[in-house]
């Protein structure tokens, strides 16, 4: 049974930096695709980071390229997303989720998911 728990979530000032982590349990690690997702209010959830099942290469989306970096320890089963540079439109729950076959970092590539983290960040 696949469990995924995000912790790391808080408030933060423009310019600042959270690390949000996701462990996980139920399924062997290296063989899914594992990444992180936000929905900020009024908005559809989207991918923001992801690892891919296949090469365990990164996929980062567009708006968060060169300020938050995704990582994993296989060895602990967690999956952590760094942000750095915080903006105000970084505001969302935060999502991390699981796929065997995820072969794109798109909601719906991915079946299993854990509880959101609020990420707040004030101007």
């Known amino acids: 049974d696949v469990q995924l728990q995000a912790s790391g979530g808080g408030l933060v000032q423009a310019g600042g930096s959270l690390r949000l982590s996701c462990a996980a349990s139920?399924?062997?690690?290296?063989?899914?695709?594992i990444g992180w997702f936000r929905q900020a209010p009024g908005k559809e959830r989207e991918g923001v980071s992801c690892i891919s099942s296949s090469d365990r290469s990164t996929y980062y989306a567009d708006s968060v390229k060169g300020r938050f970096t995704i990582s994993s320890d296989n060895a602990k089963k967690k999956v952590y997303l760094q942000m750095n540079s915080l903006k105000p439109e970084d505001t969302a729950v935060y999502y991390c989720?699981?796929?065997?076959?995820?072969?794109?970092?798109?909601?719906?590539?991915?079946?299993?998911w854990g509880q959101g983290t609020q990420v707040t960040v004030s101007s």
């Open positions: 989720a699981a796929d065997r076959y995820g072969s794109t970092c798109q909601p719906w590539m991915f079946a299993s």
């Open positions: 139920g399924f062997t690690f290296d063989d899914y695709s």
